[in-house]
């Protein structure tokens, strides 16, 4: 099922500067896809679009069918949660706690519902701790932690994340992506954007490759492998994509790494050597 279509997307910044032209994509629900692409290339200017941060200038985008247009906007946002790249774009109250409540208040739930999920929420993103805290005393990653708790919090149908692992550290980094696999494998639609090619190869299914404002090519993971896309992109093809090249298994990640040289016996032999 497509959970995104985004037909001959074309956007200009109202300077003129052209930053996507003519993008046509499909994203799948329940599946993680990948944006990269060099700076500049229009990825934070396409998620903007995914929720109506930026208005359609031409061409049409749709979520689950819905066209994201300024008379739809309340339904969109509802099924879209997107996290900006700066977190204090994204945080504005006096307290960590009424931020993350803002989202789930705005639903009109009710206010032991709303309590239950802010904090189930922080608890996720383990920054009870900071509750009472304004945000703009906290650190980067800190910020970015409480932003993503008030998306979560409002449990929306398509997650879409800019750029969502850059300032936090590697364990919670970690943390993060197994709270997303998990929200993933309950159905959730996750787009994010990343400049890691090593991690978009690891923990993505789809990816979308972009320059100068264009889709140069989108697809499964294995497209990081394709040396000549990749140099069009210029990007590097990922580390694990480079050393299992020719292998009929590809691993994706350095646990599946180290389990295929141990059992073909390279890991073995090398240690043998050593
Ligand atoms: N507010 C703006 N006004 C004018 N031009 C802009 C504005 N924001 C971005 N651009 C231009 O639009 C193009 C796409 O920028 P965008 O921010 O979408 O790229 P990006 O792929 O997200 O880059 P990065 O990896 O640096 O985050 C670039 O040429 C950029 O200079
Ligand atoms: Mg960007």
């Not at 590809?250 to 050597?273: C, D, F, I, V």
Request: charged letters at 25%.
């Amino acid at each position: 099922m497509i959970a995104i279509a985004i037909k001959n997307l074309s956007y200009h910044y109202p300077d003129r500067t052209p930053a996507l032209l003519d993008i046509n994509l499909q994203v799948k629900r329940g599946l993680k896809t990948a944006i990269l692409g060099m700076n500049g290339s229009g990825k934070t200017t396409l998620l903007y679009h995914l929720n109506g941060v930026i208005p359609v200038e031409s061409g049409e985008v749709q979520v689950f069918g819905t066209p994201v247009v300024k008379e739809r906007i309340t339904e969109v946002r509802r099924m879209v949660g997107l996290l900006f790249d700066n977190p204090d774009n994204q945080l504005f109250s006096t307290t960590l706690r009424n931020d993350i409540a803002f989202g789930p208040r705005n639903l009109r739930l009710e206010p032991a519902l709303v309590h239950r999920k802010v904090e189930e929420a922080m608890q996720l993103l383990s920054i009870e701790d900071l509750a009472d805290r304004p945000p703009y005393c906290l650190s980067l990653g800190q910020k970015k932690r409480a932003a993503i708790a008030g998306l979560i919090s409002m449990e929306p149908q398509v997650l879409v994340f800019d750029e969502p692992f850059s300032g936090l550290d590697p364990a919670l980094g970690r943390q993060f992506r197994e709270l997303l696999d998990e929200l993933v494998s309950g159905g959730c639609t996750l787009v994010y954007s990343t400049h890691d090619v090593d991690l978009a190869y690891a923990w993505a299914d789809e990816v979308v490759l972009m320059h100068s404002g264009r889709v140069l090519k989108s697809g499964p993971v294995d497209l990081l492998c394709d040396e000549k896309t990749m140099m069009r992109a210029n990007l590097p093809v990922p580390l694990l994509g480079r050393l299992f090249q020719g292998w009929n298994e590809k691993p994706r990640t350095l646990e599946e790494a180290l389990n295929l040289m141990g059992s073909t016996g390279l890991a073995k032999g090398k240690r043998l050597q050593a």
